[in-house]
């Protein structure tokens, strides 16, 4: 029995060093397994120790070739020349990044089809420890030399949208690999890890266009459209969500990528507007900030979530059209003369006597006044604010003019009934109002 097991010992130690010397051949750009290294390797399963160092063996042979094939592929390219050498596209940060990971990708998955070739006769409760753990040596060798050229493209500051689309490429590959290689594998710490590197480079980046926003703030341009500035950024914001890849990443980073991309730049960009409409009158700031957020809120609705932001502004746009719309009512109502005789029955008390003795709201003031609203009536669009003609949207311009209509029409009631009524002691009061107000209403739909 001795003599036996003896014997066994031996014919092991010598399977192990036919496999040890075996694998160390194996380190050509591609593999064809043996059908007796397979048979080796099923066999030595039953020494662990000895099985574990010829998967050593395996996985320092292919770790040398993954990172001489990784160098070719990036100085030399294919044998032919085809394809050419990855670095010849160093100029191009995205096509250049991309190459290397879809190398790295391929590789990865070649090299997991080779080891599995290797242990198909091994019963598959044995192999999946070890071999996520000799998959991840074989592709740790790639790591330094992909990290310093990915390194040497971020610090390169290739500009926010880039940085963007790198962060994105970065986690794509980052979950693609990941399907791959499990556990902690060296490389997928390093995908992870430029991922990081290029989203902290790109909100800095993002943060700096901003700041700079802050700094010199432009004037309103004459026709109250937005500023260059405002018009670049959101083109830069539409660029940047636009690139956004969602395949790959769950629901709740998306929406904190969203949140943190929107708060730093819509917020300085509304403090930016408010300040450079802070020198305009009521109406030219109104109709300058509606235009503004217009553009905010078209390019924001082409996004997801976008939710609470598109409330904001579009609460801002409601305050400054309240006001754009209280402007145009005043300047309509100043020139057909309703103004002055709206606020003086607003705050007339019966105790001082009928309106018809107050000066200003005479019989031959308010015919006068009529006549000048019947030519209003007769043309409306001549009392158009000339700033209600610069807002960028034709429906916002419409609700101006309809709420503004409103406010008219309500003015109209209100001095209608004042003069109808027999307390003010006005003559023959239909003959001086000769309209309803649902005539009115009618005329101004």
Not at 167 to 196: V, W
Not at 249 to 278: G, I, K, N, W
Request: include cysteine; hydrophobic fraction near 40%.
């Amino acid at each position: 029995m001795e003599s036996m097991a003896l014997h066994l010992e031996t014919a092991y130690e010598r399977l192990y060093r036919w496999t040890q010397a075996e694998c160390r051949l194996l380190t050509g750009d591609s593999l064809e397994v043996s059908p007796l290294l397979c048979q080796a390797m099923s066999a030595l399963q039953d020494r662990p120790v000895l099985f574990r160092y010829s998967l050593d063996e395996y996985g320092t042979a292919r770790r040398t070739a993954v990172v001489r094939g990784f160098i070719d592929a990036l100085t030399r390219g294919g044998a032919s020349g085809t394809p050419r050498p990855i670095e010849m596209h160093s100029h191009d940060p995205l096509r250049y990044v991309g190459d290397m990971l879809a190398w790295l990708h391929q590789a990865t998955a070649s090299e997991k089809e080779y080891l599995q070739a290797v242990l198909k006769m091994v019963p598959d409760d044995c192999v999946e420890e070890p071999m996520t753990e000799v998959l991840g040596h074989i592709t740790e060798g790639v790591c330094r030399p992909f990290k310093v050229r990915v390194e040497h493209v971020l610090v390169a500051e290739p500009g926010p949208v880039i940085l963007y689309k790198l962060a994105n490429l970065l986690n794509f590959y980052h979950h693609t690999i990941g399907s791959i290689l499990q556990g902690s594998a060296s490389l997928l710490a390093t995908t992870e890890d430029m991922h990081q590197l290029s989203k902290k480079l790109f909100m800095n980046s993002l943060n700096c266009h901003s700041s700079k926003l802050m700094e010199k703030v432009e004037l309103p341009p004459a026709d109250l459209g937005p500023t260059a500035a405002l018009t670049q950024t959101m083109a830069l914001l539409r660029e940047i969500l636009s690139s956004y890849d969602s395949s790959v990443v769950p629901l709740d980073a998306r929406r904190t990528d969203f949140t943190e991309v929107l708060s730093c730049v819509v917020d300085p960009l509304l403090q930016m507007c408010a300040m450079s409409a802070s020198q305009l009158n009521p109406a030219d700031m109104a109709t300058y900030m509606v235009n503004c957020l217009y553009m905010m809120k078209t390019t924001l609705s082409l996004f997801e979530f976008t939710d609470q932001r598109l409330e904001m502004v579009s609460a801002q746009v409601d305050a400054h059209l309240d006001t754009l719309v209280n402007e145009q009512a005043s300047f309509t109502l100043s020139h057909v003369g309703l103004a002055h005789m709206y606020s003086v029955v607003q705050q007339h008390q019966p105790r001082e006597g009928p309106l018809s003795a107050v000066h200003g709201l005479d019989r031959n003031s308010i015919k006068t006044a009529m006549k000048h609203f019947d030519a209003f009536l007769a043309s409306p669009d001549d009392l158009v604010l000339p700033q209600c003609k610069f807002l960028l949207s034709a429906t916002l311009r419409d609700v101006v003019d309809k709420r503004s209509m409103d406010v008219i029409r309500q003015v109209y009631g209100q001095l209608y009934n004042a003069v109808t009524d027999s307390a003010n002691k006005y003559e023959d009061p239909k003959e001086i109002m000769q309209r309803t107000p649902q005539q009115i209403r009618q005329l101004l739909s």
